[in-house]
C-alpha cells in the first residue's frame, strides 16, 4: 500500500512538472515546418550564424545578415500572439542550431519544448516556426556544446 502511495505521489509530482514545464513559457504549437506547419508565421525572419572573427578573435556569433554576426546576437521583440517563422542559415563550416531557450546555458540548456533545428551543417539552413502566446523574456542559443559561451546566443522579448 506504502508502495502504491509512493507511486501516485510521484506521478503527481511529474504531472505537476509537466504542467509548470508548459506554464514557464506557453509557446504554441511546437511546429517543426514540412508537413506539421498548419500556422501561417506573420513574420518571417532569416537569422545568420556560424564561426566569425570579431576584432580579431575567433567568435561563434548570430547575425541579420551573413557578414554582421555579433555578440550577443541581434535582440528579437514581438508582441504576444505573434506567429514568427526563423530561418537558420549555418554560414560557418562547424555544425550549429537556432533553439529557444528559458536562459542561456552553453553547457545544458534547457530547450522550449521542440523549437530547435537541431545541428544544420556548414551551409545548410533550418526552420522552426513560433507562436509566442506569452509576455516574457527568453533566449536563443546554439546548443552545441559550448558554442554560446563563445556568442552564440541573443535574447527575445514579448510584450502585450
Ligand atoms: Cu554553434
Known amino acids: 500500500m506504502r508502495g502504491v502511495i509512493i507511486t501516485l505521489v510521484a506521478i503527481a509530482l511529474i504531472v505537476d512538472l509537466a504542467i509548470i514545464a508548459v506554464l514557464v513559457f506557453d509557446l504554441q504549437p511546437p511546429l517543426r515546418g514540412g508537413a506539421t506547419v498548419t500556422i501561417t508565421p506573420d513574420f ?3 537569422v545568420y550564424g556560424g564561426e ?4 580579431g578573435q575567433v567568435a561563434y556569433a548570430f547575425g541579420l545578415s ?3 554576426l555579433t555578440i550577443p546576437g541581434p535582440t528579437f521583440e514581438f508582441k504576444r500572439g505573434d506567429v514568427v517563422g526563423f530561418t537558420f542559415v549555418n554560414v560557418g563550416n562547424l555544425p550549429h542550431t537556432f533553439t529557444l ?3 542561456v546555458d552553453p553547457a545544458n540548456p534547457e530547450i522550449i519544448d521542440d523549437y530547435d533545428t537541431g545541428q544544420i551543417e556548414g551551409g ?3 526552420r522552426v516556426v513560433v507562436q509566442f502566446n506569452q509576455v516574457g523574456n527568453l ?3 546554439c546548443v552545441v556544446p559550448g558554442h554560446a559561451a563563445l556568442g552564440m546566443w541573443g535574447n527575445i522579448t514579448v510584450t502585450e
Open 44 to 46: 518571417e525572419i532569416t
Open 52 to 55: 566569425t572573427n570579431i576584432n
Open 66 to 68: 551573413p557578414d554582421n
Open 101 to 103: 531557450v528559458l536562459r
Open 124 to 126: 545548410g539552413q533550418g
Open 139 to 141: 533566449n536563443y542559443q
